[in-house]
């Protein structure tokens, strides 16, 4: 490797992992997210430094040079990551419909009560209305089961 192109990627590493450890201490990124930022930085920092690593996995690989080989493991890094994030939006999006619905039950339950109507259809009676806010009843079915759904995730 040229040391012109080494110098660039030995200092571009360095900047990598200074700044994600900038961004752990600011807030920006959690420590969940920086780890595999630190390690591919760092491991890229070890082929940068150590020419015969970097040598030997050009010729696993099979590329003629040993700066397309790093190339190549950064592409492959930035796919798993994108693989990864595609995974935890999915969650989230699952996560984010259960609670739109969870509250849309809820918002329900609190409108029949103000209504005087037990969810179960069964109207309430003056007392019953008049404490419906003080009272910590039984939840609903709907919300059992919602509650019973937040907690696999």
């Known amino acids: ?10 200092a571009v590493c360095i900047f990598i992992v200074v700044y994600v450890f900038e961004l752990v201490r600011r807030r ?8 595999g930022w630190l390690i591919t930085g760092i491991l890229m920092l ?8 970097l040598t030997k996995i050009s010729n696993l690989v099979g590329s003629a040079a040993v700066t397309s080989t790093l ?4 592409i492959l890094f930035l796919v798993v990551i994108c693989l990864h994030f595609s995974i935890r ?3 989230l999006t699952i996560q984010v419909k259960k609670l739109s619905q969870w509250l849309a039950i809820l918002n329900h339950e609190v409108d029949l009560t103000r209504k005087g109507t ?9 007392y019953q209305t008049q404490t419906a806010d003080n009272k910590t009843d039984k939840p ?5 089961l919602i509650n019973e759904n937040f907690k696999d995730n």
Do not use: C, Q
């Not at 037990?118 to 003056?126: A, E, F, I, R």
């Open 71 to 74: 190339f190549f493991l950064g």
């Open 1 to 10: 490797m040229p040391p012109k192109i080494r110098f660039i990627t030995i």
């Open 118 to 126: 037990h969810p179960s259809g069964n109207k309430l009676d003056d």
């Open 46 to 53: 070890v082929m940068a430094t150590w020419m015969d690593l």
């Open 140 to 144: 609903s079915k709907e919300s059992v």
């Open 89 to 91: 939006i999915s969650n």
């Open 28 to 35: 920006h990124l959690s420590e969940e997210y920086s780890m």
